[in-house]
């Protein structure tokens, strides 16, 4: 719970933490709410996957942190995220936005318990024999490094005394390989290493998870799923592409308790693409 000085509860044990489960409160539909007196930072909340992500946390009791680089939409986030919402405008290429995100959070809330690395870039596009190195350089400071510096200032700041829960954002691409993203997919193949060497470093105090969506219903992805939505949908076993909120309640899932003993592990949320080599479409029904 937020406190008369508008700072949550500081007892030990997030929702990684050794401390176990998050003892239930009521929430506004009556029902618990499972992340109450808990803090959570967001990066690249502003909309798409970040903003759905913050909503359901928020959702679930938790207040929220949020940071992207416009500060406008990002204003508008926090407005529609509710009055435990603050918001950290800057750019996560730059360190010490990184480290203004953690100060500012646990300034405001008194602690930080999840952390989801949500920020990511999908440039350069194309080839990698045309790749700039300057860009390719660029993505690996957003898509890795920025992460690691996060949970490194997570991991000072609060969660190396408290625990906590992490949850990077890969995507369902780092089993494959495809045209025109290779960058973004090396990138985010590292970030699924990086997960799973920070899971093993950090327990028992702090789980640290993935979610990789595959093609989800964000502006980034714009480019893939609006040429033609129905003929990719069709493809899948789940007959659609992802919505933001899909991959919202996977991460939902795995920073709360009933995922407690969830560790380095990626969670796979793509509609079935990855069995679709076996899927047979069943005919239309006749009207």
């Known amino acids: 719970m937020v406190s008369a000085t508008g700072r949550l509860g500081s007892g030990a044990g997030g929702p990684g933490g050794p401390a176990g489960a998050v003892p239930p409160e009521s929430g506004p539909d ?3 709410a499972a992340l109450a007196g808990r803090a959570a930072l967001v990066t690249g909340a502003s909309r798409g996957i970040g903003l759905a992500v913050a909503r359901a946390l928020a959702a679930d009791g938790a207040a929220v942190c949020v940071t992207a680089r416009g500060a406008d939409g990002l204003a508008e986030a926090v407005r529609r995220l509710g009055p435990h919402a603050i918001a950290c405008p800057g750019d ?45 350089r660029t993505a690996f400071t957003v898509n890795v490094e920025a992460p690691l510096r996060l949970v490194q ?8 005394e408290h625990g906590g829960a992490v949850v990077n954002i890969c995507t369902e691409g780092t089993h494959d390989v495809g045209p025109g993203l290779g960058a973004y997919g090396t990138t985010k193949t590292a970030l699924l290493r990086l997960t799973r060497q920070l899971a093993a470093e950090l327990a028992p105090a702090v789980r640290v998870n ?37 991959v919202a309640r996977a991460v939902r899932w795995l920073v709360s308790a009933e995922a407690s003993w969830i560790t380095g592990a990626d969670l796979v949320v793509d509609g079935g693409r990855r069995v679709r080599s076996a899927y047979r479409p069943r005919p239309a029904p006749s009207s």
């Open 30 to 32: 009556g029902g618990h």
């Open 92 to 136: 996560i290429a730059d360190p010490a936005h990184l480290e203004e995100a953690v100060s500012r959070t646990l300034a405001e809330f008194g602690r930080l318990d999840v952390l989801v690395n949500n920020a990511a870039t999908n440039a350069p596009l194309g080839p990698l024999m045309a790749a700039d190195p300057l860009d390719w």
């Open 153 to 160: 200032a997570a991991w000072r700041g609060w969660m190396r």
């Open 210 to 246: 993935a979610v990789s969506p595959g093609l989800v219903r964000t502006e980034m992805a714009r480019f893939v799923w609006e040429r033609d939505e129905p003929a990719i949908a069709a493809t899948l076993p789940l007959a659609r592409i992802g919505e933001p909120e899909d």
